[in-house]
C-alpha cells in the first residue's frame, strides 16, 4: 500500500531506461533529483533546497559526486527512504 506526499513527486523514469523529452520535463519553481540505489527521480519544490535538512543531503552529494552528476541531473546520496522521510518532514 503505497501514500503519497504532498510536496514531492515521484515519476515513474527509471535510471536505466532512456524517456522521452516530455518525461524529462520539470514544472516551473521545481527540480529533479535521482535518490537511492536505483536513482529514482524525484522532482521537488526548489524551496527545499534552502531547507537545512536537506542542505546535509546536499553537502553528501558534494561529498559524494562533487559537481559532476552522472544522471544529468542532481543525484543525492540516500535511500529513498531517508528522502522521503526528509522531504515529509518539510512539508
Given amino acids: 500500500m503505497g501514500f503519497r506526499l504532498p510536496g514531492i513527486r ?19 519553481g521545481y527540480v529533479a533529483v535521482y535518490v ?3 536513482m529514482r527521480r524525484f522532482v ?10 536537506f542542505q546535509d543531503l546536499l553537502s553528501q552529494a558534494e561529498e559524494d559526486f562533487g559537481y559532476h552528476h552522472p544522471m ?10 531517508v528522502f ?5 518532514c518539510l512539508n
Fill in 44 to 53: 521537488i519544490p526548489v524551496s527545499y533546497l534552502n531547507q537545512p535538512s
Fill in 84 to 88: 522521503q522521510h526528509i522531504t515529509s
Fill in 36 to 38: 537511492g540505489e536505483k
Fill in 10 to 28: 515521484k515519476t515513474s523514469f527509471s535510471a536505466n531506461k532512456l524517456a522521452s523529452p516530455k518525461v524529462m520535463d520539470v514544472p516551473k
Fill in 72 to 81: 544529468g541531473g542532481l543525484s543525492i546520496p540516500c535511500s529513498e527512504d
